[in-house]
């Protein structure tokens, strides 16, 4: 079986897991980002206490950032939806470029195609910001658009034929 087939494959699987059910897939999501960033925390006090002697500052922000990083591993694992919280933030930095470049467009836009595409620029920045404010507010909806994706692009992967070189 060829590599992009059965990565198609698994892609439709765990496409359907998350759309069939989206609260069980976003809470394995958050359980797995919190275990990994408390194990990423320990490894990164243990690496500040282990060059303390060679590079006092860079040990201190070491243990700074894995304080930090177990902090939120701990919120990952027992208060916040990790799928959501990632998803809607990135969304909110993807509408902040959207409507900064829009503007910036409609501002110094040299002729009118620039201009109108820079108003659908900062619409789309808008629509952006809502589905932050959505994936945020509920998580399920999010979880569901992953699983809708994953679907996706595991039918790609299974339509396409082997890489001819």
């Known amino acids: 079986m060829d590599f992009k087939k059965a990565l198609g494959i698994i892609l439709i699987i765990l496409g359907l897991i998350f759309a069939i059910y989206p609260l069980y897939s976003a809470q394995a999501v958050s359980w797995i980002a919190g275990i990994c960033l408390i194990a990423f925390g320990f490894a990164s006090i243990i690496d ?35 799928l959501s919280f990632i998803v809607g933030y990135l969304f909110y930095l993807i509408a902040f470029i959207l409507i900064f470049a829009g503007i910036i467009g409609i501002v ?58």
């Open 48 to 82: 500040g206490f282990s060059i303390w002697s060679m590079m006092a500052h860079v040990s201190a922000l070491n243990i700074l950032i894995g304080i930090c990083a177990i902090l939120f591993g701990i919120l990952f694992i027992y208060k916040i939806d990790a």
């Open 108 to 165: 110094f836009g040299l002729g009118s195609i620039s201009r109108i595409t820079s108003v659908l620029i900062l619409i789309l920045g808008f629509v952006a910001a809502y589905l932050a404010a959505v994936s945020i507010a509920q998580p399920l909806y999010t979880a569901i658009l992953v699983g809708i994706c994953l679907i996706l692009e595991g039918i790609a992967f299974l339509t396409t034929g082997p890489v001819e070189n």
